[in-house]
């Protein structure tokens, strides 16, 4: 899947994905969450994808920044998920989802402490061991720091190091954090330990006050993102890129044509570069 | 743990403040900014109760609907990782809060159970399906009901009537819900008790219709018996029309 390009399977799109010319992505990805233990329609949906195309996956409730304890009876089953559905590449998100024993289905940021770097490198490790694969964390976009004692790149290369794990670089959500925190995106992104990238997201977000942008997935990327993925891919090595749309389908030829845009752009950096270096 | 509990108070005092909308103090947050977390976490919560309860969403003011949800979320730890079960703990949450007496409601969790239903028939994990035939004998023969079904029983007509003045028909209603196989939409039938007694008698014992047809009688008070044969051939035959009967298992 290295150089290949994506799109997230929503059920909003999945007969277009599955069935139509419009959008031809080189992979998906799955949220597990949204299919484990379901039958059905949705089931056969599922198979259909995992038929046709190469398939990664990136959770939502691992809650890995979570103080209390990881849920092994979910992990045991998305083990399971993970296998039946050869996925190729699984991410979750540097984040927790879960506090005080209840599940809160979004991403809340964990302070960016060194007991926290240790806590969650710990958790990581022991989700490597049970899964018997390499994760990929991925950065998130956050709207305000809490209780921070180091900066958000010291935060993600310590984990990555000590986890031992791989990195999800989301460009668009270190474009969101430099604007929301005003620091230079490409200073970060050349803080990240490139080297361990296994997967890229690319994303459209929403601008909802003066200084103030949310990660939403519903809008078609940004000129500037675009230019920060450029920027990106010339740094390291070819990996898989995720264009993730959560919502607002209606313009397919226009989704599409950012499929087709990141991949000239990956033709234009990676295969030149990698083409030329062998 | 390696993580200092102060750590571990901030992240819960965090957790907390998204689940309820009270304030908290946070240290070290950019100042308006935390509320949009809690913005985030409870609309992901209401976008799914909204979705996944149409009927009873309708049924009341919003903001009456909004309480039932704030409620739900701020006082009950949600356990689903997830979040398209989350609807169940929803109506299990108002069942022992007994919402429904205190709304003076009592069709309200009939309702919230159908609507549930619903869902957990259209998700359910697929089952395997024993080998049968499509000819057959509609009473003598076995027959091989559609294993993805489930015969709820209701206080309230809720599946059949609005919620205006259905106060006024407390009673026993049993409701048929079943997967269909091609399609994978789920439908639901009104049922009597003498069906709903027939299908489940089917589904347990694997025996003919023809097999307990004088318990059927006996509840029917049905004295002629080619009435009673014509009848339960009708029901036989409605149903695999409906592919809730799949048809007579190979011997």
């Not at chain 1, 984040?95 to 005080?100: A, E, I, L, M």
């Not at chain 1, 949310?214 to 675009?226: E, L, N, R, S, Y």
């Not at chain 1, 607002?248 to 044509?257: G, M, Q």
Request: proline letters at 4%; aromatic letters at 10%.
């Amino acid at each position: 899947m290295k150089g290949s390009v994506g799109i997230g399977l929503r059920r909003d799109i999945a007969d277009e994905v599955l069935s139509s010319d419009i959008i031809h992505p080189d992979f998906i990805e799955f949220a597990p969450e949204n299919w484990m233990g379901m039958g059905g329609y949705w089931n056969r949906i599922r198979q259909r994808a995992v038929e046709k195309y190469p398939v990664s996956c990136h959770g939502l409730s691992l809650s890995l920044g979570s103080p209390e304890e990881l849920d092994w009876n979910f992990i045991k089953d998305l083990k399971v998920f993970l296998d039946e559905n050869k996925v190729t590449v699984f991410s979750e998100h540097l984040s927790y989802t879960k506090s005080n024993n209840a599940h809160l289905y979004d991403l809340l940021p964990i302070p960016f402490r060194e007991d926290a770097v240790d806590h969650v490198a710990d958790r990581i490790k022991k989700v490597q061991d049970f899964l018997g694969r390499q994760i990929a964390i991925e950065n998130v976009s956050y709207y305000t720091p809490v209780a921070a004692e180091m900066t958000e790149s010291q935060f993600i290369n310590s984990i990555v190091e000590k986890a031992d794990c791989k990195l999800l670089l989301d460009v668009n959500n270190v474009y969101v954090n430099a604007f929301n925190h005003k620091y230079d995106a490409k200073v970060f992104i050349d803080q990240m330990p490139l080297d361990k990238v296994e997967y890229i997201h690319m994303a459209g977000h929403e601008q909802i006050e003066e200084d103030l942008i949310i990660d939403t997935h519903g809008k078609a990327i940004i000129d500037p993102v675009f230019d920060l993925f450029e920027y990106t891919i010339q740094k390291m090595h070819p990996v898989p890129v995720l264009l993730e749309r959560d919502y607002n389908f209606e313009d397919l030829p226009a989704i599409s044509a950012e499929l087709e845009k990141l991949r000239s752009l990956i033709k234009n950096h990676w295969e030149a570069v990698h083409e030329t270096s062998k | 743990m390696k993580l200092r509990s102060e750590t571990a108070e901030i992240q819960e005092l965090l957790g907390k403040y998204c689940r309820t909308g009270e304030e908290v103090a946070l240290p070290g947050i950019t100042e308006g900014r935390v509320h949009h977390y809690r913005r985030l976490v409870y609309n992901a919560v209401k976008n799914t109760m909204d979705q996944a309860f149409p009927i009873t969403v309708a049924s009341m003011e919003e903001e009456e609907w909004d309480k039932l949800v704030h409620e739900f979320f701020s006082k009950h730890p949600t356990t689903s990782t997830q979040i398209w079960k989350l609807p169940y703990e929803f109506y299990q949450y108002h069942l022992s809060a007994g919402t429904a007496g205190r709304l003076k409601k009592p069709y309200l969790n009939d309702l919230l159970y159908f609507e549930w239903a619903e869902i957990e028939i259209h998700t359910m994990p697929d089952k395997s399906i024993d080998p049968y035939t499509d000819k057959g004998d509609p009473l003598s023969d076995k027959l091989l009901l559609n294993p993805e079904y489930e015969i709820i029983r209701l206080e309230y007509p809720v599946h059949i009537q609005a919620v205006k003045g259905i106060e006024l028909k407390k009673g026993s209603y049993f409701v048929l819900l079943y997967r269909e196989p091609g399609t994978g939409h789920v439908k639901f039938l009104d049922l009597s008790i003498l069906h709903a007694f027939i299908l489940t008698r089917i589904f347990e014992t694997g025996e003919s219709v023809q097999s307990f047809k004088g318990e059927i009688a006996q509840l029917a008070q049905v004295e002629s018996e080619k009435y009673l044969d014509n009848h339960l051939t009708d029901f036989v035959n409605n149903l695999i029309d409906r592919q809730m009967i799949l048809g007579y298992r190979k011997v």
